[in-house]
């Protein structure tokens, strides 16, 4: 059985406050998985402990307790990171380089060279949507062109899983939309995502599993569809159903033409089962 593409074990973060003999707890005995292929979205209030749970994953902050594996290999070191492609929340690129210029720079940071190097740049230019900015300077970029550079230099040395850290924050609804298609395109390539958001609606149009976490605990947790399911109830279907059908719909349904299309359990909406999870912040 091969390993999940992010493995956290009981772990667990603790910051000193300086000056004062007191402790902040940043994340409280936290144990998740992610499975290789799969979209899961960590959400959380700020605060809640999201940053600090990517960056002991990534390797950039050391656990007071707990481990974290990527892909089967402890995420303190360096080989785990192989296989990771990274967007911070706000990114920094040179704003004098252009777009292909951005990405020759990080794939030479990755070992990249050559005819290969020039394909790869051209290949995710014309993935993310940039292939006619290729040339323009980042310093001339909208936010929402800039994230999408992030992505491609996320994406340079083909990683088996990339984390996003509010990959849509400050872009407008059209660059979000455009960058939704994208994560759903990377998941179509066999791609794992870790993704932290705000953007609830977005979450729950992409995410295959959450995890909600509140004071650094982990609240909730599995498949998106199960955790805002309303269990008292069950909802029918139907196609071609006329009104009086509806009116009469538990006798007449036995003997007539109608099909039940679907039967499920209806379903809130992330918003509002986030809310209600973690006391109404966000």
Same mark, same amino acid.
């Given at each position: 059985?091969?390993?999940?593409?992010?493995?956290?074990?009981?772990?667990?973060?603790? !910051?000193?406050?300086?000056?004062?003999?007191?402790?902040?707890?940043?994340?409280?005995?936290?144990?998740? $998985?992610? %499975?290789?292929?799969?979209?899961? =979205?960590?959400?959380?209030?700020?605060?809640?402990?999201?940053?600090?749970?990517?960056?002991?994953?990534?390797?950039?902050? &050391?656990?007071?307790?707990?481990?974290?594996?990527?892909?089967?290999?402890?995420?303190?070191?360096?080989?785990?990171?192989?296989?990771?492609?990274?967007?911070?929340?706000?990114? !920094? #690129?040179?704003?004098?380089? &252009?777009?292909? @210029?951005?990405?020759? #720079?990080?794939?030479?940071? *990755?070992r990249l060279s050559g005819?290969?190097?020039?394909?790869? &740049?051209? @290949?995710?230019?014309?993935?993310?949507?940039?292939?006619?900015?290729?040339?323009?300077?980042?310093?001339?970029?909208?936010? =929402?062109? /800039?994230?999408?550079?992030?992505?491609?230099?996320? /994406?340079?040395?083909?990683?088996?899983?990339?984390?996003?850290? @509010?990959?849509?924050?400050?872009?407008?609804?059209?660059?979000?939309?455009?960058?939704?298609?994208?994560?759903?395109?990377?998941?179509?390539?066999?791609?794992?995502?870790?993704? *932290?958001s705000h953007l609830l609606?977005?979450?729950?149009?992409? *995410?295959?599993?959450?995890?909600?976490?509140? $004071?650094?605990?982990?609240? +909730? @947790?599995?498949?998106?569809?199960? /955790?805002?399911?309303?269990?008292?109830?069950? $909802?029918?279907?139907? %196609?071609?159903?006329?009104?009086?059908?509806?009116?009469?719909? %538990?006798?007449?349904?036995?003997?007539?033409?109608?099909?039940?299309?679907?039967?499920?359990?209806?379903?809130?909406?992330?918003? +509002?089962? #986030?809310?209600?999870? &973690?006391?109404?912040?966000?």
């Open positions: 059985m091969s390993a999940p593409a992010i493995s956290i074990k009981s772990l667990t973060k603790v !910051y000193p406050i300086p000056f004062k003999r007191e402790e902040l707890v940043a994340v409280k005995d936290l144990s998740l $998985e992610v %499975e290789a292929g799969q979209v899961y =979205g960590l959400l959380g209030p700020n605060g809640s402990g999201k940053s600090t749970t990517m960056k002991i994953v990534l390797g950039l902050v &050391t656990p007071t307790s707990g481990t974290t594996e990527i892909f089967g290999r402890n995420s303190r070191y360096v080989e785990s990171r192989e296989d990771v492609g990274f967007l911070p929340e706000n990114p !920094y #690129f040179y704003k004098f380089l &252009t777009g292909q @210029e951005t990405l020759n #720079f990080y794939g030479k940071l *990755c005819a290969k190097l020039r394909e790869r &740049t051209r @290949e995710l230019l014309n993935l993310v949507g940039l292939e006619n900015a290729a040339n323009r300077r980042i310093g001339g970029y909208s936010k =929402g062109m /800039l994230q999408r550079i992030g992505l491609a230099q996320a /994406l340079i040395q083909e990683p088996r899983l990339l984390v996003l850290d @509010e990959p849509t924050a400050g872009v407008d609804p059209s660059g979000s939309r455009e960058i939704r298609d994208l994560i759903l395109n990377f998941k179509s390539r066999g791609i794992t995502v870790l993704l *932290c609606g977005q979450v729950q149009e992409i *995410c295959d599993r959450i995890g909600i976490l509140h $004071e650094g605990v982990l609240v +909730r @947790e599995g498949k998106l569809n199960d /955790l805002i399911s309303i269990e008292s109830q069950t $909802e029918l279907i139907l %196609e071609n159903a006329t009104p009086e059908l509806i009116a009469e719909l %538990e006798i007449a349904i036995a003997r007539s033409k109608a099909t039940v299309v679907e039967k499920r359990k209806p379903q809130t909406n992330l918003e +509002r089962y #986030f809310l209600e999870v &973690t006391g109404g912040r966000k």
